[in-house]
């Protein structure tokens, strides 16, 4: 049997605003591909490991975009050889939270053969499916992931050892050992591979990091990650698609973008340039590019990244830059240019934290509420979810009612250190 695999598909995301519809459109695209490659491979069970929706800038078409398109990979399945097809989802951190996600919204009493996994096991009780001999256990994602999974790990070995030829946990989570952490993410956001050891899963597939990653292999555990079916972000490169497992063989197969993404660096390695030079190197770039992408009638983003330094105030590069960006993305081809000026000012040369992210810098600072800065990290973490659940896309800020709660622990943390 195969068994189509995919992830992080972000359905409803609309970042960056300023081609909001259109990057939106790119994920449905991204969507559709995957589920026509799954038809024409002939799968019967397809595992989306997390992210399958953007919940904070989805809209109600989006849902039902997504309903649309596995009835059609199921209506596929039974007409061609009148079988049945499952599709197991689990929750990813974009998806929502716990009680309040939006996997909910593909949910329908007459679709049989859709199921969300995990929320059970993640609260410690047994859950798996069986279907056409694999026995499946999800586990969703949780910011305390390496600590829930300690807790967990004797339910999943008892569903483990029911019956199934082969046994699948499907997880949203960053492994350490197989993935490449990213910095600032603290240990126990994570798992490692030897996490898995004596776990009783045949095979582990992993969705939240975004870039695919080849099979691997660790005390007779094959681990897979597909990575996203799109750029979640404009830095993201690529390759983009699916894997299609067939017993333990896996097949990756890309997916083509309905518009490419470029990044293009223009550094001056050290030297010292004035801020002509960052737009002259620059415009030949997007010129470049911009004929490229007539060449081979195809759509483009570029990201254009600018690092150096300069005598000048690096802002006049900004100035200079937007409107030479005005003038070319009002073609056809080159939609959109995203611009990323970290030029620094020698007269005025930052010092930039060694520090890798928002994560390490809040660990860092709050030391100093000594055996409470476990707690407060606590708090962190939770509003970083309630901000990409809850926010307002204007403002990008909480209601009073929901931050309420916030400086209402943040207060009791500081009473209870003295401060």
């Not at 997504?66 to 050889?81: A, I």
């Not at 070995?157 to 952490?181: C, P, V």
């Not at 894997?243 to 097949?251: E, H, M, S, T």
């Not at 690096?314 to 970290?342: F, G, M, Q, W, Y």
Request: net charge negative.
């Amino acid at each position: 049997m195969k068994i189509g695999v995919f992830a992080d598909t972000h359905v409803g995301r609309s970042i960056p605003r300023e081609v909001g519809e259109l990057r939106r459109n790119a994920y449905r695209h991204a969507f559709t591909q995957a589920i026509n490659i799954f038809i024409e491979e002939k799968v019967e069970c397809v595992i989306h490991a997390g992210d399958l929706f953007e919940k904070r800038s989805m809209a109600s078409e989006d849902s039902v975009f997504v309903k649309e398109e596995l009835q059609r990979l199921v209506n596929s399945v039974r007409g061609e050889h009148g079988g049945e097809v499952a599709v197991f989802l689990i929750r990813g951190n974009h998806d929502g939270a716990p009680d309040n996600n939006a996997i909910d919204f593909v949910k329908h009493p007459l679709a049989k053969y859709l199921k969300a996994v995990g929320e059970a096991t993640l609260r410690g009780e047994e859950e798996s499916y069986f279907f056409n001999g694999i026995r499946l256990v999800g586990l969703p994602y949780h910011p305390y992931m390496s600590h829930v999974f300690k807790n967990v790990k004797n339910v999943i070995q008892r569903e483990f050892n029911r019956e199934g030829e082969i046994k699948i946990l499907t997880i949203h989570s960053f492994i350490q050992g197989y993935h490449e952490i990213p910095p600032g993410v603290p240990p126990h956001n994570y798992l490692t591979v030897r996490d898995f050891d004596e776990l009783g899963a045949d095979l582990v597939l992993a969705g939240h990091y975004h870039e695919k990653v080849n099979p691997m292999e660790s005390n007779k555990v094959l681990f897979l990650t597909p990575g996203a079916t799109e750029a979640v972000d404009l830095s993201d490169e690529g390759p983009f698609g699916v894997y299609v497992l067939d017993g333990r063989k896996a097949k990756f197969i890309p997916i083509k973008p309905l518009h490419e993404i470029r990044n293009i660096k223009v550094d001056s390695k050290g030297a010292v340039k004035p801020h002509e030079w960052f737009i002259e190197q620059s415009v030949r770039e997007i010129d470049t590019y911009y004929a490229d992408l007539q060449a081979r009638s195809v759509d483009g983003i570029l990201r254009l990244v600018l690092s150096g330094f300069t005598e000048d105030d690096p802002r006049n590069i900004d100035i200079s830059l937007r409107k030479e960006v005005t003038k070319r993305t009002a073609s056809t081809r080159l939609l959109h240019i995203d611009l990323v000026n970290r030029v620094e000012d020698v007269k005025q040369k930052a010092v930039f934290s060694k520090l890798g992210s928002g994560l390490d810098y809040a660990m860092e600072i709050l030391k100093p509420l000594g055996k409470m800065s476990g707690e407060a990290m606590k708090i962190v973490e939770e509003l970083s979810i309630t901000l990409d659940e809850k926010a307002s896309q204007r403002t990008g800020l909480l209601t009073d009612s929901d931050r309420s709660r916030f400086v209402k622990s943040w207060v009791q943390i500081l009473e209870k250190t003295g401060g």
